[in-house]
């Protein structure tokens, strides 16, 4: 049986809110395995579990570009939230944004090597990065971004510079931009609940069934328990589903008819969020990955 440190009890007790215990008890049960670890905390306490789970340790900026019909939306990391804050910086990343939506960049190679000039360097995008490298001491990278050209029109909002949206619409702006506004508090997972992805809903049904199973009732009790656990999940992480955070009298899907507005889609990045780490040492990925631009 694998050992249990202390430092993976303190790990998945900063992930799942749990009391120390309780995470030492689920590691114990799941043999070390901190993802089955998690699940068996999720339920035990339901879902104060992952409560946390969202909380980011890596810091950077989200930014965006939108005119209309064309946009990017960015996201770059530094090592520590004071950098995070730093003029040169935001202007590096807002520079980012505005490259590639201008210029559409196959990949973050592509945009690195677009012509770009800040703070005396230059005369591309990675000189830059490289020279603000050495001007802030502090590492950063470009880690992903999204472009959009010649669709439905688009809204955007920035919650402060951790969390940023772009919806895809046709209709009314301002209930765009309401929308945009909803996903960054209430973050789903899709437009509709036939649109979240199959391993999520499994993922749910799985531990809806082991709690279900726990209450001791008759097994066609579990399964409208699962059922019904399975569409209250379906409901709460679908854009059209969700109590609109402006009204709570009305969904969203009820609130965008009322305004005779459509949404194709939508995109969420919150700094950090979506990115599996092989270490907890984020400024160490990020030093990994600037190694990796220079070619080492």
């Known amino acids: 049986m694998a050992a249990i440190t202390a430092s993976m ?5 900063a992930k799942t809110d749990a009391p120390m215990m309780e995470c030492k008890k689920a590691l114990t049960e799941a043999e070390g395995d901190a993802v089955r670890a998690e699940e068996i905390l999720r339920v035990k306490l339901g879902n104060k579990a992952g409560k946390a789970a969202s909380r980011i340790t890596a810091e950077g900026v989200v930014s965006v570009a939108v005119d209309s019909r064309r946009g990017a939306l960015v996201e770059v990391n530094c090592e520590t939230d004071f950098v995070s804050k730093n003029d040169s910086f935001l202007a590096f990343t ?3 944004a505005q490259l590639v939506a201008d210029h559409n960049p196959a990949d973050v190679a592509a945009l690195s090597a677009l012509a770009y000039a800040q703070d005396g360097f230059g005369p591309t995008l990675e000189d830059v990065r490289k020279g603000l490298i050495g001007k802030i001491g502090e590492n950063m990278a470009i880690r992903r971004f999204k472009r959009w050209d010649g669709g439905g029109l688009l ?3 920035l919650h402060g510079t951790r969390i940023g949206v772009v919806v895809e619409f046709e209709g009314d702006e301002v209930a765009a931009k309401d929308v945009a506004m909803h996903v960054a508090a209430m973050k789903p997972v899709s437009l509709s609940s036939a649109d979240v992805p199959a391993e999520l809903v499994e993922k749910e049904r799985k531990i809806a069934a082991e709690k279900a199973a726990e209450s001791g009732k008759p097994a066609e009790i579990v399964a409208k328990m699962v059922e019904g656990s399975v569409q209250k999940y379906l409901k709460e992480v679908s854009l059209a589903n969700q109590t609109f955070v402006k009204n709570d009298k009305q969904t969203v899907e009820q609130m965008l008819k009322e305004k005779a507005t459509k949404v194709a889609g939508f ?6 969020e979506g990115i599996e780490k092989k270490t907890d040492d984020f400024a160490a990925e990020v030093a990994a990955q600037v190694a990796a631009a220079k070619g080492a």
């Open 9 to 13: 009890v303190a790990e998945l007790r």
């Open 94 to 96: 807002k520079a980012c």
């Open 155 to 157: 809204a955007s909002y």
């Open 267 to 272: 995109t969420l990045y919150v700094v950090g």
